[in-house]
């Protein structure tokens, strides 16, 4: 039977359990040899003291979704439930639901260094000794200072406090409605355990903590980087974004995108989903009354109904890389500054894919580890600093599994063939046009008696990436009909296969060449749109094989400070090695196929947004996280992941695509209105002419006159000879 909240528990019935007194300087899961306590020992140890505990995400202080769905409030001290819970998930970490358990804890993470700091802290505040548990946390994550974390435990729950500030301590008092980590549970940020520092009895809660009430500071939106109190700083943003008029979905969307963005490290979405519901249970504030001084005008009451909402900017799934390689990448780097992780993990995704080439790769056509990767953001937000961490990353000798001081991974001059024959890593190239493509790997002819180098020979082929901060310069060269249009048409080629053929011209015959080319570049939005509105990309299927991430905010802090990548390397490093000898060929499980199937045929894209090869980007993905589970196969789990990866893609062709009247086809249609409107009647021939239309292209020029007929603009008279005349019938208002 439950206890009723609020209840008090004698101090005999809270008398501290044995196995959780043992826990001091270890946890379950770092046990010296032959200590048998497991986590599961802790909660049962915790529901025999009448407490009431449920499972969270190990190493994390989030609530086991598929356990208890409702988070604490489906914690139980009910011993079958409890063993259920952990046969399922033995390394859950361990909760304790304070207010169903009749504790009020004050948790004070700041004011002490050292468990010396946090005695003379309690004495100094008048806080009663009793059971306390020093928390994981170890360091402040803002500015890297010593922190020594305490939880005083006493009897008889009271009100939740958000916020307060007691003898030199801040935290907060957690009791009705919330909930704190058992002993031997593992600390998300520092990776170590709870630990009893104060064993005993639980004294009865005392006046000075019953007395404290949350202290309510300003929250400066400054839009700096949230590294402390993440939950409250998200609800206040939540708070005022509802008050300024956000609907309940608007305001989920932009707080998991702020969260996604500023919260260093993110919450659970599942949290933030929270925060937002909770948020928006309150009604928007009806708008102040206006004065009118004088007569009043006559109003139109039509134009009253509010404007529609903007379309919140699509929430990258970061979630997806959780406790992979990529996602440690992208925390590592963007801890302390503004640029978002998704920037750093899709640029590691693909300089991964360039490196392993055929190494990693799945029986599915067209499914294989690269990417052509655009990150599109305003000047100075990180497209350069994301490609500038991820060079570091791999422009240096490390350990691999047989040999010391390997040669790094990526390099910028051909006459560096360390794994040019071994079967893995990438040249650095940005290619002008497609003959310039060819040439870059085209081995220079041998000199008289010179004998070629084993090692400088591509095994199986050249492996090529383009790496750009600006690669403005290259979506450009495709309005260069004689090198440009030959270029897109390599890479459309190069995206779903291995070879490709530059198309003939006047000066040059048709040329091929075989290579695996992976892009990684940036753009600002204006030059996106300048971009894609001058080219035929969107209709040639170019867009449709970008792996597209986005982000809009600004601001910039005054030291970067370049991540410790030796640990990340030495684990991951010899793992990318390991492909040199051995290949990974991942096909699909039949769950998976049918998912991929189910998902695509039923997924939706705004009118004119192509869905084309979605489905591709996501089996590729899925690729990556199977690959980086040691899966033997693409599960389920790996495939759910690839599809909302490839959600967030389909969403990013709406939110960047080219605004109507911006594309060449609109600009065509404006063009010809023009000249017809002065001429009324011009053959087909003269209008080209008038128009330009050799600049604009001859497609996207036909397209247009095509479209100006449908709509009943104008019409196309066909003489006996074959003469083709236009003619006016309307003007366009």
């Known amino acids: 039977m439950a206890r009723p909240l609020g209840a008090t528990h004698t101090r005999e019935e809270l008398a501290i359990p044995t196995g959780l007194m043992g826990l001091r300087g270890r946890s379950a899961g770092h046990l010296p ?57 033995p390394d859950a970490n361990v909760a304790i639901a304070c207010g169903p358990s009749g504790l009020s804890v004050v948790d004070c993470d700041h004011g002490s260094a050292t468990e010396a ?35 005083l435990y006493y009897s008889e729950s009271m009100p939740s406090v958000g916020e307060f500030s007691l003898g030199g301590g801040t935290g907060q008092i957690k009791s009705l409605g919330g909930y704190v980590m058992a002993a031997g549970s593992i600390h998300p940020d ?34 700096q980087p949230i590294t402390e109190n993440r939950n409250i700083r998200l609800t206040s943003i939540a708070g005022k974004l509802r008050n300024a008029g956000l609907s309940a979905e608007l305001l989920e969307t932009t707080l998991l995108q ?22 928006s249970r309150y009604a928007i504030p009806a708008p102040e009354p206006m004065a009118v001084i004088g007569k009043s005008a006559e109003v139109d009451t039509s134009k009253d109904a509010p404007p529609p909402e903007k379309q919140a900017r699509p929430v990258y799934p970061i979630d997806v890389w959780k406790d992979t390689a990529y996602g440690e990448f992208g925390s590592l780097c963007s801890k302390g500054n503004l640029v978002p992780p998704k920037f750093f993990i899709e640029s590691f995704r693909t300089v991964i894919g360039a490196i392993v080439g055929d190494r990693l790769r799945s029986d599915i056509h067209g499914v294989h580890a690269r990417a052509f990767t655009i990150r599109i953001a305003p000047q100075g937000t990180g497209k350069g600093t994301s490609d500038d961490f991820t060079r570091s990353f791999f422009l240096q000798e490390w350990d691999g599994l047989v040999r010391s001081g390997e040669a790094s991974l990526i390099w910028s001059k051909s006459s560096e063939h360390h794994w040019k024959s071994r079967g893995l890593g990438a040249w650095l190239v940005t290619p002008a046009s497609a003959p310039g493509l060819l040439k870059a790997i085209t081995p220079k002819p041998l000199k008289k008696n010179e004998t070629p180098n084993p090692l400088d020979e591509w095994r199986p082929m050249p492996r090529v990436m383009t790496m750009a901060e600006e690669v403005r310069q290259v979506f450009a060269n495709f309005q260069n ?28 015959a048709p040329e091929s060449g075989e290579l695996m080319y992976s892009l990684l570049g940036g753009i600002t939005p204006e030059g996106w749109v300048g971009v894609f509105s001058k080219t035929g990309s969107t209709e040639s299927g170019f867009l449709s094989r970008l792996n597209i991430v986005g982000t809009e905010r600004t601001g910039t802090v005054p030291t970067l400070i370049k991540p410790d990548f030796t640990s990340l390397r030495r684990r991951f490093l010899p793992m990318v090695a390991a492909l040199e000898h051995k290949e990974v060929v991942l096909n699909p499980s039949e769950e998976a196929i049918a998912r991929m199937g189910e998902w695509f045929n039923s997924f939706r894209l705004a009118d004119g947004v192509p869905k084309a090869r979605l489905n591709i980007h996501a089996w590729r993905t899925a690729l990556h996280l199977a690959w980086l589970k040691g899966h033997s196969r693409i599960e389920l789990e790996d495939t759910e992941g690839g599809i909302r990866c490839a959600e967030y893609l389909g969403k990013m062709r709406e939110w960047y695509a080219p605004p109507e009247g ?72």
């Not at 639980?202 to 000075?208: E, N, Q, R």
């Not at 919450?267 to 989903?273: A, G, H």
């Not at 890479?491 to 198309?503: H, I, Q, W």
């Open 481 to 508: 009909e004689s090198t440009g249009a030959g270029l897109e048409s390599v890479l459309c080629e190069l995206y779903d296969r291995d070879s490709f053929t530059a198309t003939a011209t006047k000066d040059r």
């Open 117 to 151: 700091d946090a005695r003379a802290w309690m004495e100094r505040a008048g806080l009663p000794k009793t059971y306390t548990v020093h928390t994981g946390r170890r360091v402040n994550p803002k500015d890297g200072t010593l922190e020594y974390g305490v939880q």
């Open 258 to 279: 702020i969260n996604e963005e500023r919260c260093d490290p993110p919450l659970e979405e599942e949290e933030v989903q929270r925060i937002a519901a909770s948020v």
């Open 190 to 223: 520092s990776g170590e355990a709870y630990e009893v520092m104060i064993g005993g009895h639980i004294a009865p809660l005392p006046d000075v903590v019953r007395s404290l009430k949350t202290e309510r500071k300003p929250v400066e939106d400054d839009g």
């Open 662 to 733: 911006e594309t060449r086809a609109a600009r065509a249609e404006a063009a010809i209105r023009k000249v017809m409107r002065s001429r009324v009647r011009v053959t087909v021939r003269e209008l080209k002419a008038a128009t330009n239309s050799k600049k604009i292209s001859v497609s996207d020029w036909d397209k247009a006159l095509a479209s100006l007929v449908k709509a009943g603009e104008m019409r196309i008279d066909v003489s006996k000879t074959g003469k083709k005349t236009v003619i006016l019938l309307k003007q366009e208002d």
């Open 33 to 89: 040899p032959g200590d048998k306590m497991t986590l599961l020992d802790v909660a049962l140890d915790c529901i025999r003291r009448g407490w009431y505990v449920f499972p969270c995400i190990p190493h994390s202080k989030q609530p086991l979704g598929a356990l208890v769905p409702h988070g604490w409030q489906d914690a139980s001290s009910d011993e079958a439930t409890v063993r259920r819970w952990w046969a399922a998930k």
